[in-house]
């Protein structure tokens, strides 16, 4: 393991933090404290700040040679479902919103030489540029390599050159584990021994619970709570539900949850990245719950967001970490999954049925979200807390064993 007295050395925290992600914003936060009296720089495929949303201020990977003044690096992945991202998609998440369309558009160019395509976008011929290997970015003097807690749920799915770059940059790093059985039966197929830690979400009471908490004194959150004393429903879905007659099968779950368990209903975005939430479609939605007390929150940042979920009656969404953070606080949680069981969807399940206990439930379609919410709400208050603090001690202990 890097051996981190030398002051020479310095951590990088690497991920897909440079873009608005609630799961990959927490992520950074999460490590780096408990990476106690640690020198560290957080780093993603661009630079960006996302400062003003709870995030940090990231710099593009192949920049640090510069920003680290000859240090030697050890870079840390700090999380995500980054074993499955391949250099198209990270394109398309990171692009300003006057350019999605245009880097949609160059699919075809990627597709014939992805290598070159992903040297053009990044500075590096990765297919998975979310996975650093040693020669990723030749001018960065990188030391030692770990990731930490990752998911590739769907990697099985990915095309065989995808997958045989993933498998070979892990077989080349110093630490690799895994946050769910999926993945972990998938690498052990490659002839990869990666021991299971839960993401680093399930932390973030433990570890942010007295600033979250404040969070909700004021601010959005505050009016939240005024507006709906006895309860809401924390609710999320990105803009693959916003087909017509799928806004209408959730308007008709909602409305039988509203009026059954008489809360309110509010929804928020766990990420405003190119491919995630749509305020226009939650828009739609208001218009169909007929008189159903309904209000979108607008905040976008991190700890907004976490006092949001911290204090819901129940939260649904198609969000893994709105799902983490749920369990983490003891919340009442299942995930709103599209009715074709798309491959982004994997990972919520994957996640569910390596930690939760079996009578949590897992995920639904939108058919079923009343009655799942309805069966969240009688979950056991003793078991979610009990499963909360198990997860954090374990989280703590498998770190600390790590030598990260």
Same mark, same amino acid.
């Given at each position: 393991m890097p051996d981190h007295s030398n002051r020479r050395t310095r951590t990088v925290l690497f991920g897909a933090f440079d873009r608005h992600n609630f799961g990959d914003l927490l992520f950074p936060h999460i490590v780096e404290r408990m990476l106690t009296r640690r020198r560290v720089l957080h780093a993603g495929l661009v630079t960006r700040d996302l400062r003003?949303?709870?995030?940090?201020?990231?710099?593009?990977?192949? !920049?640090? %040679? &510069?920003?680290?003044?000859?240090?030697?690096?050890?870079? *840390? @992945? &700090?999380?995500?479902?980054?074993?499955?991202?391949?250099?198209? $998609?990270?394109?398309?998440?990171?692009? +300003?919103?006057?350019?999605? @369309? %245009?880097?949609?558009?160059?699919?075809?160019?990627?597709?014939?030489? +992805? #290598?070159?395509?992903?040297?053009?976008?990044?500075?590096?011929?990765?297919?998975?540029?979310?996975?650093?290997?040693? !020669?990723? =970015?030749?001018?960065?003097?990188?030391? !030692?390599?770990?990731?930490?807690?990752?998911?590739?749920?769907?990697?099985?799915?990915?095309? +065989?050159?995808?997958?045989?770059?993933?498998?070979?940059?892990?077989?080349? &790093?110093?630490h690799i584990s895994v946050r769910d059985r999926q993945t972990q039966a998938q690498l052990r197929a490659a002839g990869i021994d990666a021991p299971l830690v839960p993401d680093s979400a399930v932390m973030v009471a433990e570890l942010f619970g007295d600033e979250i908490r404040a969070r909700a004194a004021h601010g959005e959150v505050q009016s939240v709570l005024h507006a709906f004393p006895r309860g809401y429903v924390?609710?999320?879905? !990105?803009?693959?539900?916003?087909?017509?007659?799928?806004?209408?099968?959730?308007? @008709?779950?909602?409305?039988?949850?509203?009026?059954? $368990? /008489?809360?309110?209903?509010?929804? =928020?975005?766990?990420?405003?990245?190119?491919?995630?939430?749509?305020?226009?479609?939650?828009?739609?939605?208001?218009?169909?719950?007929?008189?159903?007390? =309904?209000?979108? =929150?607008?905040?976008?940042?991190?700890?907004?967001?976490?006092?949001? *979920?911290?204090?819901?009656?129940?939260?649904? /969404?198609?969000? #893994?970490?709105?799902?983490?953070?749920?369990?983490?606080?003891?919340?009442p949680r299942v995930n709103l999954v599209p009715m074709n069981g798309a491959q982004h969807t994997l990972k919520q399940a994957a996640f569910a049925a390596t930690w939760e206990p079996q009578h949590i439930a897992a995920t639904t379609d939108v058919d079923g979200v009343a009655d799942a919410i309805g069966a969240a709400l009688q979950t056991d208050a003793t078991l979610m807390r009990d499963t909360a603090a198990g997860l954090a001690c374990r989280y703590r202990d498998a770190f600390e064993e790590s030598g990260l």
């Open positions: 003003a949303w709870g995030g940090h201020a990231v710099c593009a990977f192949g !920049d640090l %040679a &510069a920003r680290s003044h000859q240090e030697q690096l050890n870079v *840390i @992945h &700090a999380g995500g479902e980054l074993l499955t991202c391949n250099a198209w $998609e990270a394109a398309v998440m990171l692009a +300003p919103p006057e350019q999605v @369309h %245009a880097v949609i558009a160059e699919e075809d160019q990627w597709r014939r030489d +992805p #290598l070159a395509w992903a040297r053009t976008k990044f500075g590096t011929a990765s297919r998975a540029p979310y996975v650093i290997s040693a !020669d990723s =970015f030749p001018q960065v003097r990188v030391q !030692d390599i770990a990731l930490h807690a990752v998911g590739g749920a769907g990697l099985d799915q990915r095309e +065989p050159a995808f997958r045989n770059e993933v498998i070979d940059k892990i077989r080349h &790093a110093s924390a609710l999320q879905f !990105d803009a693959t539900f916003g087909y017509d007659a799928t806004l209408d099968a959730l308007a @008709h779950q909602i409305r039988r949850t509203a009026k059954t $368990e /008489g809360l309110g209903i509010v929804m =928020f975005r766990a990420g405003a990245a190119p491919w995630h939430d749509d305020l226009d479609v939650y828009r739609r939605l208001d218009t169909l719950l007929y008189g159903i007390p =309904f209000h979108l =929150f607008l905040s976008l940042n991190l700890w907004d967001i976490c006092a949001l *979920i911290a204090h819901a009656r129940v939260y649904c /969404g198609g969000s #893994l970490h709105g799902r983490i953070v749920a369990m983490a606080f003891a919340r």
